[in-house]
């Protein structure tokens, strides 16, 4: 699981994230350099989000795949070897 965990959300990070550089852009979500900043052009600000977003989005799907989470005529708590 945590492999599928790891790899999905690398795979969906690395399709999402130039997507969301370029919505950043649009949307005016960047750093502008400055007197105290390093870089010498606008850096999008939105690139913590796509991972985590990502990451939790890969994680609730491998939760409901195994079956943890998604049965709601079922509230007791499920083990799951890992």
């Known amino acids: 699981m945590y492999l599928f965990v790891y790899l999905g959300s690398a795979l969906v990070t690395l399709i999402a994230a130039p997507v969301f550089i370029r919505l950043a852009y649009q949307l005016d979500l960047v750093d502008v350099p400055g007197i105290r900043k390093v870089h010498s052009k606008a ?40």
Do not use: Q
């Open 43 to 82: 850096i999008p600000r939105i690139g913590a989000v796509v991972v985590f977003a990502s990451v939790t989005l890969i994680f609730v799907l491998a939760l409901y795949l195994l079956g943890v989470i998604g049965d709601s005529s079922n509230f007791r708590v499920k083990s799951v070897a890992l």
